[in-house]
Nanobody, 122 residues
Framework: VQLVESGGGSVQSGGSLRLSCATS????????MGWFRQGPGKDREGVAT????????YYLDSVRGRFTISRDNTQNTVYLQMNNLKREDTAMYYC?????????????????WGQGTQVTVS
């Protein structure tokens, strides 16, 4: 199982970024996926999650309305569109694969992780 994030970078407050997580080594359409982040001196937290079929999505309260998670089951890729970025969004962002098809922000259900991509908002 491999998860490879990309799309991070440095942006000014109010800007946008689109993160991608390319996956391989498993049946992508069978599993829910999630995006998590860990800011400086903070614990990792769930940001957004999507069910295996893409129907159900859940968001951290502080990003709802600004971030959108989506997936392409033909490309084995999950995305995170981040708009109106704020300084407090600065963090390392990780893609995770759940161990079932149900969307959840609870990290205990995730058993595979990518290496992360840095997002810095100034």
């Amino acid at each position: 199982v491999q998860l490879v994030e990309s799309g991070g970078g440095s942006v000014q407050s109010g800007g946008s970024l689109r993160l991608s997580c390319a996956t391989s080594g498993f049946s992508f359409s069978t599993y829910a996926m999630g995006w998590f982040r860990q800011g400086p001196g903070k614990d990792r937290e769930g940001v957004a999650t999507i069910s295996s079929d893409g129907v159900a999505t859940y968001y951290l309260d502080s990003v709802r309305g600004r971030f959108t998670i989506s997936r392409d089951n033909t490309q084995n890729t999950v995305y995170l569109q981040m708009n109106n970025l704020k300084r407090e969004d600065t963090a390392m962002y990780y893609c995770g694969r759940s161990d079932n098809r149900y969307a959840t922000l609870n990290q205990r259900w995730y058993n595979y992780w990518g290496q992360g991509t840095q997002v810095t908002v100034s």
